[in-house]
Nanobody, 114 residues
Framework: QEQFVEAGGGLVQPGGSLNLTCVHS????????LAWYRQAPGKQRELVAA???YGTTSTQGRFTISKDSIKNTLHLQMHNLQPEDTALYFC????????????WGQGTQVTVSS
């Protein structure tokens, strides 16, 4: 039962910061491309950042994805959070076909509100 586990979400005010953490059920991150996704109520799941073999990409300049190879953790550093960032955040592997695998965890909730 391959699965990711996300943590670090919470309730923050606009302009605040959060650092999300992702671990794999095996205790070791797969040697593969990794990504963070988010899904808000009534919205489609959205890719927000990815860690590729050649570097990183992000759809939000305020977000940075990184991997700690020693601790075997994946992170999403989020700054200047806004209400539109409110969503359930997930991490996952991205295959060579540029699609996520079916190793979804429960996600971690990020809520940005005054």
């Amino acid at each position: 039962q391959e699965q990711f586990v996300e943590a670090g979400g919470g309730l923050v005010q606009p302009g605040g910061s959060l650092n999300l953490t992702c671990v794999h059920s095996t205790g070791t991150l797969p040697l593969a491309n990794l990504a963070w996704y988010r899904q808000a109520p009534g919205k489609q799941r959205e890719l927000v950042a990815a860690l590729w073999m050649y570097g990183t990409t992000s759809t939000q300049g305020r977000f940075t994805i990184s991997k700690d190879s020693i601790k075997n953790t994946l992170h999403l550093q989020m700054h200047n959070l806004q209400p539109e960032d409110t969503a359930l955040y997930f991490c996952n592997v991205v295959t060579g076909a540029n699609e996520p695998v079916d190793w979804w965890g429960q996600g971690t909730q990020v809520t940005v509100s005054s």
